[in-house]
T-cell receptor
């Protein structure tokens, strides 16, 4: 069965500093990995995905994520955080052998201080 | 307007009552999903559907019923609401040919069972 772990409930970072939000996964086959962001009282918005190819994928709003197969990780990164990046971030995985459903992590709340 | 619409936005109901949450999408996406969002658990899949009249259980289906008589609608019914079903419910959809490009989510329904 597929699963996703986000080990940090909350990440605090100062504006202008780099940020990392961690994610590890477990799947049977090759993983399809996603990051979503949720702003207050809103639905989730797609940020980026990894399907195959380059281990560093770029997404919306300057975010990127690094896929590491040996560590089964897919950490979300941004070189310079903005206050407006403060939100709830979800990592998600779909297993190529598990049909089309996607499993989400518990979420990590990012606070960016001015 | 094109998009995915959930109704109602907020709902308060009493224990034991039946309540139906509506989800409507205008893209004719084949895949549709219901998730619940709870603190500490992230998003958990309740039910999903590959097409009209095809539905399947997710991680937490107990106490819920779904139907999909039309491609564009995917209502979720709580047959006899319990306090543990107090949650925020999100509907999502995806084109099967673009499922690896992520889901599109509705704005959510905040359900309180008293």
């Amino acid at each position: 069965a597929q699963s996703v772990a986000q080990p940090e409930d909350q990440v605090n970072v100062a504006e202008g500093n780099p940020l990392t939000v961690k994610c590890t996964y477990s799947v049977s086959g090759n993983p399809y990995l996603f990051w979503y962001v949720q702003y207050p009282n809103r639905g989730l918005q797609f940020l980026l995905k990894y399907i195959t190819g380059d281990n560093l994928v770029k997404g919306s709003y300057g975010f990127e994520a690094e896929f590491n197969k040996s560590q089964t990780s897919f950490h979300l990164k941004k070189p310079s955080a903005l206050v407006s990046d403060s939100a709830l971030y979800f990592c998600a995985v779909r297993d190529e052998t598990g049909g089309f459903k996607t499993i989400f992590g518990a979420g990590t709340r990012l606070f960016v201080k001015a | 307007d094109a998009g995915i619409t959930q109704s109602p936005r907020y709902k308060i109901t009493e224990t034991g009552r039946q309540v139906t949450l509506m989800c409507h999408q205008t893209w004719s996406h084949s895949y549709m999903f219901w998730y619940r969002q709870d603190l500490g658990h992230g998003l958990r899949l309740i039910y999903y559907s590959a097409a009209a009249d095809i539905t399947d259980k997710g991680e937490v289906p107990d106490g819920y019923v779904v139907s999909r008589s039309k491609t564009e609608n995917f209502p979720l019914t709580l047959e006899s609401a319990t306090r543990s079903q107090t949650s925020v419910y999100f509907c999502a959809s995806s084109d099967p040919y673009r499922v690896n490009y992520g889901y599109t989510f509705g704005s959510g329904t905040r359900l309180t069972v008293v």
